[in-house]
């Protein structure tokens, strides 16, 4: 990836900054909870499901952040892993913004919304006794497939479902350590493993792409989310600045070098 295309990600990175600082400006602020045996950590008084997305939203842009660092060295197999945490979030933001359209809340939503701040710091007991993970990401993708097509006629939820689940499998290969994905590192010409970055292979420009989605779509989760912290002036400025990204080398670059060759 050339020097210009990382400076297009890192450039659309600020104004995902401000839209979380906004999205907290219209929140409770957190204060200081606990005691001097256990700690002093910032908490939140009377936390809801606006508090849980401002989470996610700060998840998503600490984590690009992170993302554009590994990607200066290509290190691809570790730029994976982070996206699957930021399609975790994305998809979480818009499982519970389909409970908010829609006024009524499921099993699933539910469990985000009443049960994520009941979980603090966990003992090692609590964490073995536990039978099952938080929530079914499942779940989480079909109540986003579903506010992704909202108003989309002869619309498809479960393909839509289908395919965020599969992006989102996807980077749990590199998460578990899959074979074909830890294979990626081989470099047959030197009969050795690369384990200092990908730069400069086919990997590597694959999951350029895959990153450039990765911002189109966090894009288009915080301008769904903004009209209901009353931010309709970000709305604006985020969907202005995504449609310039969309038509960005950046973006259009890192797909045009991912077609295979007919």
């Not at 995902?16 to 999205?23: A, D, N, R």
């Not at 590199?174 to 990997?203: A, C, I, N, Q, W």
């Not at 995504?242 to 007919?262: D, L, Q, V």
Request: aromatic residues 12%; charged residues 25%.
């Amino acid at each position: 990836m050339s020097e210009s295309n990382l400076q297009i990600f890192t450039n659309v990175l600020p104004l995902f900054e401000k839209s979380v600082t906004l999205f907290s400006g219209k929140l409770e602020k957190p204060s200081w909870s606990g005691d001097e045996h256990d700690g002093y950590q910032p908490r939140f008084a009377n936390p809801n499901s606006g508090h849980f997305q401002l989470l996610m939203a700060v998840k998503i842009v600490s984590t690009l952040n992170a993302v554009i660092c590994l990607l200066k060295e290509g290190y691809v197999q570790e730029v994976g892993i982070l996206l699957r945490v930021i399609d975790e979030c994305s998809a979480k933001i818009l499982c519970v913004e389909e409970a908010h359209v829609k006024r009524t809340l499921t099993s699933e939503q539910k469990k985000i919304i009443n049960e994520y701040f009941q979980f603090d710091i966990r003992k090692v007991e609590d964490i073995a006794s536990s039978d099952k993970w938080w929530v079914d990401m499942k779940k989480v993708f079909a109540s986003q497939a579903r506010f992704l097509s909202e108003g989309t006629p002869n619309k498809d939820i479960h393909s839509i479902s289908e395919m965020c689940k599969v992006i989102y499998d996807a980077y749990t290969g590199y998460v578990h350590g899959f074979y074909p994905h830890v294979m990626e590192l081989y470099d047959t010409e030197k009969e050795s493993f690369r384990m200092k970055g990908l730069l400069d292979t086919r990997h590597y420009q694959g999951m350029v792409m895959a990153v450039s989605s990765s911002i189109l779509r966090a894009f288009n989760v915080f301008a769904q989310i903004a009209p209901r912290f009353d931010l309709l002036e970000l709305r604006k400025e985020l969907i202005y600045n995504r449609n310039i990204f969309i038509k960005s080398e950046a973006y259009n670059n890192s797909i045009e070098r991912t077609i295979p060759a007919a």
